[in-house]
């Protein structure tokens, strides 16, 4: 579609271009009554201007002695000679304007041209001036963050296909279309060009804004949490744990206790760092008894009450007094003295058990 430029001026083009056809009628009756000395004996013989003496000046009459044209834009340069001959054309800077055989000029880029139009003795000229072409764009600054898009629309003054281009890709980065994608923090400068002249837009894209659901959390081991991050750009972050044998956390947020200790969890995106203090806690317990006493073959039932409802460990001192099942089940085994013990990652409590023989 050609643009609203364009079509103003065709149609002061065509406009310009009648006046000057009722121009030519005028000036070919002119010609015809002052210069002719038999107008109509021999029309077919190449016309020749008298003056009264008889002496014959040759002469160029132009349609047009001064055009101005935006880039990509032509019209036909017509000259009528006295000799009936049809004209040679040229230019004086064909790059910035060139004129063919048959007096058409097309305007190719911006300065000024003369197109001369020369027969055997005489000559006439045409001042031709291209205009620069401008270009105006739906944004000159924009602000992005990692992620986002947005299309930059350039409108230029001709019918000439528009280029963009990035000076920073990394950045941003630009296609065919305009359409500028937001890459990582940081400026970038698109180039919009046509026809030689260019204009910019200006992009910065941001540091995202993020913030965790929790700053700090406790965990016994075994336990997990999903930590979510909220972030303004809805990229995902990328999760780590400082200390992963205390704590680790997946590519979703998900943390996992593996044993008592301290970790730090950090969500990052764009150079933009969130942490989370993760302590997994040593559980307390309690033992339903501190102290048993057992003949020999006598068993107990020890029960404990763990904190973190994880299955604690049994075992004992010594194994030729005592043996303990993994429920908490003491069997009495020989006179002695020995110890139970109930352990859970890192908490560890006891029962004192003696052993008599059973005789009074």
């Known amino acids: 579609m050609k643009s609203i430029n364009s ?71 017509t000259a009528l000679t006295s000799t009936g001959k049809s004209p040679t054309f040229k230019s004086s800077d064909s790059t910035i304007a060139s004129v063919n055989t048959y007096g058409k000029v097309l305007a190719k880029k911006a300065g000024k041209v003369t197109i001369t139009a020369k027969i055997n003795g005489a000559e006439s000229s ?26 930059l629309k350039a409108r230029p003054s001709t019918n000439s296909s528009v280029k963009y281009k990035s000076n920073r890709k990394s950045i941003a980065t630009v296609n065919e279309n305009g359409l500028i994608t937001a890459m990582k923090p940081g400026e970038a400068v698109i180039t919009i060009s046509a026809d030689g002249t260019n204009v910019i837009c200006n992009v910065k894209v941001k540091s995202p804004q993020v913030s965790l659901s929790k700053t700090t959390l406790s965990l016994y081991r075994n336990q997990t949490y999903q ?30 206790a593996i044993k008592h200790g301290t970790a730090l969890i950090s969500a990052t995106i764009d150079g933009i760092t969130r942490t989370c203090n993760v302590t997994v806690e040593s559980p307390t317990i ?34 030729n007094v005592l043996d303990v099942s993994k429920d908490g089940k003491v069997t009495a085994l020989k006179k002695g003295t020995a110890y139970v013990y109930v352990s859970e990652d890192g908490t560890k409590v006891k029962c004192r058990v003696t052993v008599t023989d059973g005789k009074k």
Do not use: M
């Not at 401008?134 to 990692?146: A, D, F, G, P, R």
């Not at 044998?245 to 996992?256: C, H, L, N, Q």
């Not at 102290?291 to 004992?316: D, G, I, R």
């Open 286 to 319: 309690t033992l339903s008894s501190t102290e048993l006493s057992l003949a020999v073959s006598q068993t107990a039932k020890l029960s404990a009450v763990v904190s973190s409802k994880n299955t604690p460990v049994w075992s004992c001192s010594n194994s």
């Open 126 to 151: 045409c001042k031709v001036t291209v205009k620069k072409t401008s270009i105006t764009l739906n944004e000159t600054s924009i602000s992005l963050e990692h992620g986002e898009t947005f299309l």
């Open 7 to 77: 079509n103003q001026r065709k149609k002061e083009h065509v406009k310009k271009s009648n006046l000057t056809r009722s121009s030519w009628y005028l000036i070919i009756l002119v010609f015809f009554l002052c210069f002719s000395a038999t107008p109509f004996e021999t029309y077919t013989q190449p016309i020749h201007a008298k003056s009264i003496v008889g002496t014959t000046y040759p002469f160029i009459v132009l349609t047009s002695y001064s055009e101005t044209l935006a880039i990509g834009d032509s019209f036909y340069l």
């Open 227 to 256: 930590l979510s991050a909220k972030v303004s750009s809805n990229l995902t972050p990328k999760w780590k744990s400082n200390k992963k044998s205390v704590a680790i956390i997946d590519e979703t947020g998900k943390i996992t």
